[in-house]
């Protein structure tokens, strides 16, 4: 009986949280945040300025929430990967 609680305990594995060299290596893959259009400095950006395309070269999507409703410090074009150095710091 104890000999298959260790093999049961065995069978679950580790957990791991850091990502592997092959999630590193495919993050390439995932999208990322770009403008929709032509955006100028300290305009907030709004849901319909963004688009979310592969890829990621800037802002993952995950993020855009705390992209909503942020200024730009700079004029941008459209379909310009959006960096975090592109954005202003958040108004209170």
Do not use: C
């Not at 069978?11 to 955006?39: C, P, Q, W």
């Not at 305009?43 to 705390?66: H, N, S, T």
């Amino acid at each position: 009986m104890v000999e298959a609680v260790r093999v049961a305990k065995k069978s679950l594995g580790k957990v791991s949280y850091e990502m592997s060299d092959k999630e590193t290596a495919n993050r390439v893959f995932r999208r990322s945040i770009f403008l929709a259009r032509s955006i100028r400095k300290n305009e907030k950006l709004q849901w319909g300025d963004l688009l979310f395309l592969r890829p990621q070269i800037g802002i993952p999507v995950e993020a855009y929430q705390k992209v909503l409703g942020r200024k730009l410090k700079q004029n941008l074009g459209q379909h310009v990967a959006l960096q975090w150095q592109h954005l202003a710091p958040q108004s209170r």
